[in-house]
């Protein structure tokens, strides 16, 4: 799990802490960040697989952070997080292109299969375009 | 009730109001014709009377005239001597009643003594003294008389007739009678044909002629029950009440130069018995038209309270119905708050139970002889977490749109599928289903997922309501003209009455705490209404409970889905 850069993306810090703490326990590369613009710049900034992201924050919501990111880094995967079954919120997630929903509270263990899963379709993700980029220098 | 009052007062007002308004001027327009008709008919009717006493006083005067005037004549024609003399007396009688018939009943001379000097007539034995009498005074000083009867004369009752003549210094006096029945004949003559009767008094209410044994004047003289006064010379009318109670108008003329009143009376129904015809069809008219006002404003109220008393229901139906709606809106919007505001700090304890669990893993912990408590109190903490989750979630299916997309299906196998379900709890508890599904049922269109929540929720509460003792559960469906109608029966437990109107209340609940969430039946009981459906319940203590569905074949429950969640969606 360790090579998996996880960031949380969660304006409750309480939660946000208990849940680094718990992930770095079991090797996970993760970081925590408040809101969306914040969780924009460290993408920015410092390469990320997977993104468990916060419906419901102040400022920039889950969704809107989630086209935003998807716009400037399609290949990262994001968790979305809910803290209510609301599921046209999660339907809306899934087509902006989230990899996958969760509930509050969740079991870690669900969280972190999750982000294996999410992890490994962005690693096949990427081999696809290594081929395609491969695929096509060859030609050249 | 306050209720049967307001619409007890409501009709009150209704029909009072209906009866008075057409009442009030159809009697204040018909009294004023009737009175002002019955004003002018009574003046018509004096008016006439008037004029027929006028006459009547006038020819009685005329007829009393003529006679003296005959007398009068005879006195100047003939001298004392010839006149004295009684054949000729005789002869002259005779010829006066040959010329009038038996008007003059005898005739008589009288020296200026007071002394018959001759006499022809039926009273010849008689040798009477006039010197005292008060018409032969009366004839001695004025010349002439017509006397008032009696007159005194050997108690005779005729009108005395004298002249006074002058014979060389010496005066003497012919006198004649006028039959009592000729002069009573003469009176009733003047007022036949008209129903009444008349008689002549004098001044001093003395009785004259006429018939005057109906009048009952009671304790009255009557001159005053007549109302004759002193100087009265006109003609004029009263009305009286006699002793027997009957009404009577009585017209008193004067003639005679005042010295007699005539009167005529008649009863006063039928005097005015034209007047009390016409008045008695006016009344029948306006009884008949009042009754018909008052029956038609009574049924037309009647009517009007119905439809009141029917709008009134269906609004209290209506706002009813809205309220439980409301209700559940409110809900819908309190559920999503709850799942916001609980759900975060659930999931931040259940976080810090598993962080604790983790540093548990460590090593320095291993030895804790209480290390099997604290992985219990964990797990405990999780489990908790895991119902509060369940709980809000289930709150939140009023404010999140479950699949309500509406299906054309068979109903018997969507029952058997619930039934199926629940088999295996129903015979644990010692728990019997009956099934009464008509093979015939059509398909119906509603929501699959919903009704089998509905359906659902019915079975497990009637299981819960047989739990400790066992019993039937009866489910039958059936057809009612468009509707198709479900029944969910147990014997079980029952409903208390308290509860019966709260029943589809959210959160309300009867079940020990942590058992129910008291959201299963004002679930079902939006979802039913979204169907366009109803839903209800009836109980008896320790006997069971039976909820009833109705619900719509055809998606008449379309508009009502759109309607619901229009008002599901604009609460959140």
Not at chain 2, 103 to 129: M, Q
Not at chain 2, 177 to 204: L, M, P, Q, Y
Not at chain 2, 519 to 524: A, M, T
């Amino acid at each position: 799990m360790h090579n998996i850069k996880v960031l949380l993306v969660d304006d409750e810090r309480e939660f946000s802490e208990t849940l680094i703490k718990r992930m770095k326990k079991r090797n996970v590369d993760i970081t925590g960040v408040r809101g969306g613009e914040e969780a924009l710049q460290t993408l920015d900034q410092s390469p990320i697989d997977v993104v468990i992201l916060d419906v419901r924050m102040p400022g920039m919501d889950g969704i809107e952070t989630l086209r935003a990111l998807k716009k400037r880094h399609p290949l990262i995967e994001v968790i979305m997080l809910t803290g209510h079954a609301s599921v046209e919120v999660a339907v809306q997630g899934m087509e902006f292109g989230a990899f996958d929903y969760l509930m509050k509270p969740m079991q870690i263990d669900d969280l972190l299969y999750k982000i294996q899963d999410a992890h490994q379709q962005k690693i096949i993700q990427e081999q696809k375009i290594d081929n395609i980029k491969r695929m096509t220098s060859g030609r050249e | 009730m306050a209720a049967d009052k307001h619409y007890k007062s409501l009709m009150k007002s209704m029909f009072l109001i209906g009866v008075v308004v057409p009442l009030i001027p159809m009697v204040l327009v018909s009294g004023i014709i009737l009175y002002q008709s019955r004003v002018s008919y009574k003046k018509e009717i004096r008016a006439h009377l008037e004029e027929v006493i006028q006459k009547s006083t006038e020819h009685i005067d005329r007829f009393l005239e003529d006679k003296l005037a005959d007398i009068s004549m005879m006195a100047d024609t003939f001298n004392f001597q010839q006149l004295t003399d009684e054949f000729f007396l005789v002869e002259m009688l005779n010829r006066l009643q040959k010329h009038y018939g038996h008007v003059f009943s005898d005739l008589e001379v009288i020296d200026d003594e007071g002394v018959r000097v001759a006499y022809a007539g039926p009273h010849k034995s008689e040798n009477p003294r006039h010197l005292k009498t008060d018409w032969y005074r009366e004839a001695m000083s004025t010349g002439y008389v017509i006397s008032h009867m009696p007159s005194g004369l050997a108690d005779i009752p005729f009108i005395i007739i004298a002249v006074r003549k002058n014979k060389m210094e010496k005066d003497w006096v012919l006198r004649t009678g006028i039959d009592r029945d000729v002069f009573s004949r003469v009176v009733k003559e003047t007022v036949t044909g008209r129903g009444g009767s008349a008689f002549i008094i004098d001044r001093d209410g003395q009785y004259q002629v006429g018939s005057i044994h109906h009048i009952d004047h009671g304790e009255r003289s009557l001159m005053d029950f007549l109302g004759i006064t002193e100087g009265a010379r006109d003609i004029f009318m009263v009305q009286r009440t006699d002793g027997s109670g009957h009404k009577n108008i009585y017209v008193t003329g004067f003639l005679k130069g005042g010295d007699w009143a005539l009167v005529y009376y008649q009863r006063a129904s039928e005097a005015f018995s034209g007047l009390i015809k016409t008045e008695m069809i006016a009344l029948t008219v306006i009884l008949i038209v009042g009754l018909l006002i008052v029956a038609n404003t009574l049924s037309l109220s009647k009517k009007m309270l119905r439809r009141i008393q029917q709008a009134d229901k269906e609004k209290q139906k209506r706002s009813e119905q809205m309220f439980q709606t409301g209700k559940l809106a409110s809900i819908g919007e309190l559920a999503a708050g709850i799942a916001h505001e609980i759900n975060n700090p659930v999931a931040i304890m259940v976080e810090e139970a598993g962080w604790i669990d983790d540093l548990l893993e460590e090593e320095e912990f291993q030895e804790s002889k209480n290390l099997g408590e604290f992985r219990r109190a964990l797990r405990q903490i999780r489990t908790q977490g895991e119902r509060c989750k369940e709980i809000t979630h289930k709150l939140l299916s009023f404010a999140r749109k479950t699949d309500s997309r509406i299906e054309t299906i068979r109903l018997n196998e969507l029952i058997e599928d619930m039934v199926t379900i629940s088999a295996k709890r129903a015979r644990f508890s010692g728990i019997i289903i009956n099934m009464e599904i008509k093979k015939d049922l059509p398909p119906i269109e509603v929501s699959p997922t919903e009704l089998q929540q509905v359906l659902l929720n019915l079975i497990n509460n009637a299981l819960d309501a047989m739990e400790k003792k066992g019993g039937i559960l009866s489910i039958s469906a059936r057809l009612e003209e468009d509707h198709v109608v479900i029944e969910v029966s147990d014997d079980g437990v029952g409903i208390p009455e308290d509860n019966i109107s709260q029943i589809f209340d959210p959160f309300f609940t009867t079940k020990p705490v942590g058992k129910g969430t008291g959201l299963g039946l004002s679930i079902c009981y939006g979802i039913i209404k979204k169907l366009g459906g109803e839903i209800s319940v009836r109980s008896v203590i320790d006997k069971g409970s039976t909820f009833c569905i109705r619900l719509p074949l055809k998606g008449s429950g379309k508009n009502n889905v759109e309607e619901a969640s229009r008002i599901l969606n604009s609460q959140q």
